[in-house]
């Protein structure tokens, strides 16, 4: 074979790989990379869309959002429903993993709360959200339920008074998120030898220092992978705060998303509204840079 061939016979091998990427690449970057180009080019521009020749605005839009109230309102509560999801989504699904992972509790059993349990993972964010506004309105369920029990004298509006409302909605996020980390710790828990409980016997240990020694640590790859996923997917959430409360009442279930959207789809400020969203996509891309180096750490 002649050193031309061979040359060239290298350049196929080394061109082939992206030939089979390319339309997967043509897809990304159309549906992907070419809105977020968009969109951080209106953030920049006044009166983007609406006019055929918008001016260079610079970082005004930018400085509208910082200085309005409503903003920081919004990533105040986005962060609040973000951190306490997170939380309760790791604290259940652990508690209902190690449930069904347990040799204590009849096979049978198990496999009727396994289903039970991964129940929410089956409703969509529209369901979940029409369900949840019925049980807790006034004359729902929950009311009925916590009156008779004596745990309230009144019938509470739960997603319709600013001091319940975003507890109301971030309680219904909880409900809906559990599963994934549930499914993904079980998951972990039955890969974890039985070798190391049977040493921890043994030695005599009681079954929370197997937990907090054994069980935590061999999981606490899976607990910062899933949760750091769940940080980044729950911050974008926006089908069931906008069904529950759109926001309301006066702002207080107001986060990134809901706020972006009524910037533009409500004042019609698709600049500002791209200035938001740019804000939402550097606090996502910084999530994503630590999840990918904590990847390739491990």
Same mark, same amino acid.
């Given at each position: 074979m002649t050193r031309q061939k061979r040359s060239h016979h290298r350049l196929k091998r080394a061109v082939a790989p992206y030939l089979y990427l390319s339309p997967s690449l043509l897809i $990304?970057?159309?549906?992907?990379?070419?809105?977020?180009?968009?969109?951080?080019?209106?953030?920049?521009?006044?009166?983007?869309?609406?006019r055929r020749d918008p001016s260079f605005a610079? &970082?005004?839009?930018?400085?509208?959002?910082?200085?309005?109230?409503?903003? %920081?309102?919004?990533?105040?509560?986005?962060?609040?429903?973000?951190?306490?999801s997170v939380v309760f989504h790791m604290t259940i699904g652990m508690v209902f993993a190690l449930m069904l992972n347990s040799d204590r509790i009849n096979p049978?059993?198990?496999?009727?709360?396994?289903?039970?349990?991964?129940?929410?993972?089956?409703? +969509?964010?529209?369901?979940?959200?029409? $369900?949840?506004? &019925? &049980?807790?309105?006034?004359? =729902?369920?929950?009311?009925?339920?916590?009156?008779?029990? =004596?745990?309230?004298?009144?019938?509470?509006? %739960?997603?319709?008074?600013?001091? +319940?409302?975003?507890?109301?909605?971030?309680?219904?996020?909880?409900?809906?998120g559990y599963p994934l980390f549930m499914v993904s710790l079980l998951a972990g828990l039955q890969g974890i030898p039985k070798?190391?409980?049977?040493?921890?016997?043994?030695? =005599?240990?009681?079954?929370?220092?197997k937990l907090i020694f054994i069980t935590i640590p061999q999981l606490m790859p899976i607990i910062i992978s899933i949760s750091l996923l769940d940080f980044i997917w729950t911050m974008q959430v926006f089908?069931? $705060?906008?069904?529950?409360? =759109?926001?309301?009442?006066?702002?207080?279930?107001?986060?990134?998303? +809901?706020? +972006?959207?009524?910037?533009?789809f409500s004042s019609y400020n698709l600049s500002q509204a791209s200035a938001s969203a740019v804000v939402i996509l550097l606090i996502s891309l910084g999530l994503t840079l630590f999840y990918i180096r904590y990847q390739k750490a491990r």
């Open positions: $990304i970057g159309l549906l992907m990379l070419l809105p977020m180009v968009t969109v951080i080019a209106y953030s920049f521009q006044n009166s983007a869309v609406l610079g &970082l005004k839009h930018y400085q509208a959002i910082f200085v309005d109230p409503v903003f %920081w309102a919004s990533l105040w509560h986005t962060l609040y429903f973000t951190c306490m049978t059993l198990r496999n009727i709360l396994r289903v039970l349990y991964i129940l929410p993972w089956l409703f +969509t964010a529209v369901i979940i959200a029409v $369900i949840w506004r &019925l &049980l807790l309105e006034p004359n =729902g369920v929950v009311n009925s339920v916590l009156m008779q029990m =004596g745990i309230i004298g009144s019938k509470v509006e %739960w997603f319709s008074s600013p001091e +319940t409302a975003l507890h109301a909605v971030t309680f219904a996020n909880i409900w809906a070798d190391f409980y049977e040493a921890a016997d043994i030695d =005599g240990a009681k079954a929370y220092q089908p069931l $705060i906008w069904i529950t409360t =759109g926001g309301g009442p006066i702002y207080s279930t107001e986060v990134l998303s +809901t706020y +972006t959207y009524k910037l533009a």
